[in-house]
């Protein structure tokens, strides 16, 4: 394994890489909503990582305080650490809100304001909005020796309050929850196209009294918990998962707090307090500005003012498509039969491709039975429907559900119960394993005999974000790749844990020792002078066998770049160990979330796609899969988009041993050009 000191912990990789976010929301020659959309994006995901990996970290230092990480971290040490990061982060964040972005936003009409700035006609029209449609739904909860301290939800936003009883000078704490089913941002104008927005917890502050009629507000101030919101099925070999998780689910809304966000200038009584009451480490504690909790600001970023956003782009149907009618299920397939098809999307459709190929399915009276993967997918799934009617008309149709998807677990445990009801066959995978697999198999009856077509693709079945993140897919009929796909669902289903695979590598069985016979391989290609190489696109690189084997490769002489969005653990550029590994990062309009390995093999070049990143999760907890790509033309592609992403005329994130800088432009000060504004421009021209 790598020493301590070549390894970057996970979570300050993951810090680095939502800072990156937060650069695109602070770069000015991004469109000012679109900035508006990088903020949100920003507090969610911080949010999510709060809810995850900080709470996995303070469960360490409950249980293991002394334990020291691969990255040389005791659990204390990393939450100090995290702590220290976030707090810088969270701050840029919130003045990158008050001081850049809202007077931009001002200077499109677009305003956030404060009760003070609202004229007489404003405040009347907000204040009926308060007495019709919001006092209503208010429930204030004092805390006295007759009413304990409220339970408060996690990212819930609320009021502290410090009211005053008149008569015996006594002081009170109460708590108001912002009601979330309310629109946080409200008009202050009955104007339809009104782009004047008073907050809600402004909105309810102003009108305290009225919820406290009788007594004296001293004070208020915002506030926002997060908690532990990580599902530990204890018990895996429970008779009835599904009961189990739907268990869980309910018990998860009480997880512990693992942060808490205050309104800076916070009463230090009252902050004392919430600490106590909420049993919060202080190092989790963030003073910020007001407003908190940035997430709500999605509703500034969809405004419709296309003028304001990055220009409108619509999917093309992919080219083997192109002329097939869309109602007639015999040229869709025979499209297929002429030659495994190469999806990339959201430049080429999602829904003319994948979605049609199996509501193609579900219809034609020629299909006998449907096989499908679904990890998360949207809450009016044409996929899921297409099941269903593929059910009813009697077909054979298998659903394997992940249950576990995180967050999205109760959308799925519906799904599944919809789907059982519809006569789908309907498991939940391997014991102990999460399915990420991205699987489709269609068995189908024709003139000569079965015939099966399938789909792998990189991204989830879920044709809404289809429409933003960048993923790649093979519709194919190749006879070798459909008896993969069989003997793996069979897996599935059923009892087959020996199975063997041409096209596939499948985790947990084949796929880790793959990808490392083929790194040694490059390794021996490079000593014998033979040509060696190693590129990989991906979401995370964490697994330390991995980031060992790279450094070996790298030690050896093989080239080695990594295009890496999200975590990556390995340093760069250290001297006599990582001198031939390149690091870039991408981020942009669309999410880059396609999977790509590529060794060169001595001149045999070999490229695979699939669903699995380099993490220990994917690769020894999961039912992952990666299909070898055949055609010349479909590896150019894969080649091309390569190249395009690790060339130095390309803006991107370049990381060295230590930290991640932006290059933007050339030595001579020009612009370098946008990854995905390239594919955009292509596929735009094309378009019939």
């Given at each position: 394994?790598?020493?301590?000191?070549?390894?970057?912990?996970?979570?300050?990789?993951?810090?680095?890489?939502?800072?990156?976010?937060?650069?695109?929301?602070?770069?000015?020659?991004?469109?000012?909503?679109?900035?508006?959309?990088?903020?949100?994006?920003?507090?969610?995901?911080?949010?999510?990582?709060?809810?995850?990996?900080?709470?996995?970290?303070?469960?360490?230092?409950?249980?293991?305080?002394?334990?020291?990480?691969?990255?040389?971290?005791?659990?204390?040490?990393?939450?100090?650490?995290?702590?220290?990061?976030?707090?810088?982060?969270?701050?840029?964040?919130?003045?990158?809100?008050?001081?850049?972005?809202?007077?931009?936003?001002?200077?499109?009409?677009?305003?956030?304001?404060?009760?003070?700035?609202?004229?007489?006609?404003?405040?009347?029209?907000?204040?009926?909005?308060?007495?019709?449609?919001?006092?209503?739904?208010?429930?204030?909860?004092?805390?006295?020796?007759?009413?304990?301290?409220?339970?408060?939800?996690?990212?819930?936003?609320?009021?502290?309050?410090?009211?005053?009883?008149?008569?015996?000078?006594?002081?009170?704490?109460?708590?108001?929850?912002?009601?979330?089913?309310?629109?946080?941002?409200?008009?202050?104008?009955?104007?339809?196209?009104?782009?004047?927005?008073?907050?809600?917890?402004?909105?309810?502050?102003?009108?305290?009294?009225?919820?406290?009629?009788?007594?004296?507000?001293?004070?208020?101030?915002?506030?926002?918990?997060?908690?532990?919101?990580?599902?530990?099925?204890?018990?895996?070999?429970?008779e009835d998962l599904l009961d189990s998780l739907e268990q869980e689910l309910a018990r998860r809304r009480f997880g512990p707090p693992v942060r808490l966000e205050i309104e800076e200038g916070i009463d230090k009584h009252l902050l004392d307090k919430l600490c106590q009451e909420l049993d919060i480490n202080p190092a989790n504690v963030l003073s910020l500005p007001a407003p908190l909790d940035l997430t709500d600001l999605t509703k500034i970023a969809d405004l419709d003012l296309p003028k304001l956003k990055y220009p409108a782009f619509r999917s093309r149907t992919a080219a083997a498509l192109s002329e097939v009618d869309s109602e007639e299920p015999d040229l869709f397939f025979a499209a297929i039969r002429q030659g495994e098809i190469l999806l990339h999307h959201p430049y080429e459709s999602f829904t003319s491709s994948v979605v049609q190929f199996l509501q193609h399915a579900a219809q034609d009276p020629n299909v006998l039975a449907i096989?499908?993967?679904?990890?998360?997918?949207?809450?009016d799934s044409p996929i899921i429907e297409a099941l269903i009617e593929a059910a009813e008309a009697g077909k054979q149709v298998l659903a394997v559900i992940e249950i576990r998807a995180r967050f999205d677990e109760q959308a799925n445990v519906r799904w599944a119960r919809k789907l059982e009801a519809a006569g789908v066959h309907v498991v939940y995978g391997l014991m102990g394993l999460k399915t990420h697999a991205?699987?489709?198999?269609?068995?189908?009856?024709?003139?000569?005999?079965?015939?099966?077509?399938?789909?792998?693709?990189?991204?989830?079945?879920?044709?809404?974000?289809?429409?933003?993140?960048?993923?790649?897919?093979?519709?194919?009929?190749?006879?070798?790749?459909?008896?993969?796909?069989?003997?793996?669902?069979?897996?599935?289903?059923?009892?087959?844990?020996?199975?063997?695979?041409?096209?596939?590598?499948?985790?947990?069985?084949?796929?880790?020792?793959?990808?490392?016979?083929?790194?040694?391989?490059?390794?021996?290609?490079?000593?014998?002078?033979?040509?060696?190489?190693?590129?990989?696109?991906?979401?995370?690189?964490?697994?330390?066998?991995?980031?060992?084997?790279?450094?070996?490769?790298?030690?050896?002489?093989?080239?080695?770049?990594?295009?890496?969005?999200?975590?990556?653990?390995?340093r760069p550029g250290i001297k006599g160990l990582s001198e031939n590994i390149r690091v870039r990062s991408i981020l942009g309009r669309f999410l880059e979330h396609s999977r790509i390995y590529h060794f060169v093999n001595g001149g045999d070049n070999e490229y695979w796609i699939g669903s699995s990143d380099l993490m220990h999760r994917n690769l020894d907890r999961r039912v992952e899969s990666l299909v070898r790509i055949e055609r010349p033309a479909h590896k150019s592609s894969l080649q091309e988009l390569i190249d395009l992403s690790i060339s130095d005329e390309t803006a991107s994130w370049h990381q060295d041993a230590d930290s991640w800088k932006r290059v933007t432009t050339d030595k001579s000060g020009e612009p370098l050009q946008d990854l995905q504004g390239i594919y955009v421009k292509r596929y735009r021209k094309a378009r019939p």
């Open positions: 394994m790598p020493e301590a000191a070549h390894l970057i912990d996970r979570e300050l990789s993951w810090l680095s890489f939502n800072e990156r976010v937060l650069e695109m929301a602070e770069d000015s020659s991004i469109p000012i909503l679109e900035r508006v959309r990088f903020l949100t994006i920003f507090a969610s995901n911080l949010d999510e990582f709060y809810m995850v990996r900080v709470a996995s970290v303070l469960g360490k230092l409950e249980s293991n305080p002394h334990l020291v990480n691969s990255a040389g971290y005791t659990a204390a040490e990393l939450i100090a650490a995290i702590s220290e990061r976030v707090k810088e982060l969270t701050l840029r964040h919130a003045n990158l809100f008050k001081k850049t972005i809202t007077p931009e936003l001002k200077s499109h009409d677009i305003e956030i304001i404060r009760w003070d700035d609202l004229s007489d006609d404003e405040r009347n029209h907000v204040s009926r909005i308060f007495s019709d449609r919001i006092f209503p739904v208010l429930t204030p909860l004092a805390v006295d020796p007759s009413h304990p301290f409220p339970y408060i939800s996690g990212l819930s936003l609320n009021l502290a309050v410090i009211v005053k009883n008149p008569k015996s000078s006594e002081e009170y704490f109460a708590r108001v929850k912002v009601p979330p089913i309310l629109s946080r941002l409200v008009s202050v104008s009955p104007a339809a196209n009104s782009k004047r927005f008073l907050l809600l917890e402004d909105l309810i502050s102003i009108h305290l009294q009225e919820l406290f009629p009788g007594m004296l507000i001293q004070d208020h101030y915002t506030f926002r918990i997060t908690r532990n919101q990580d599902i530990e099925l204890e018990d895996e070999d429970t096989k499908q993967t679904l990890y998360r997918t949207s809450g991205k699987l489709s198999l269609v068995v189908r009856d024709e003139s000569q005999g079965l015939r099966l077509y399938c789909h792998i693709g990189t991204g989830n079945y879920n044709p809404k974000t289809a429409r933003f993140y960048e993923d790649l897919g093979i519709l194919s009929a190749d006879t070798v790749l459909t008896e993969d796909l069989t003997k793996l669902f069979n897996q599935l289903s059923g009892f087959a844990p020996h199975s063997t695979y041409s096209r596939l590598l499948v985790a947990p069985r084949t796929l880790r020792t793959g990808l490392l016979e083929k790194i040694e391989n490059e390794i021996a290609n490079a000593k014998a002078g033979k040509p060696a190489g190693i590129q990989m696109k991906l979401n995370s690189l964490l697994d330390e066998e991995f980031v060992e084997a790279l450094y070996q490769a790298s030690s050896a002489g093989v080239k080695i770049d990594l295009i890496i969005r999200g975590i990556c653990a390995i």
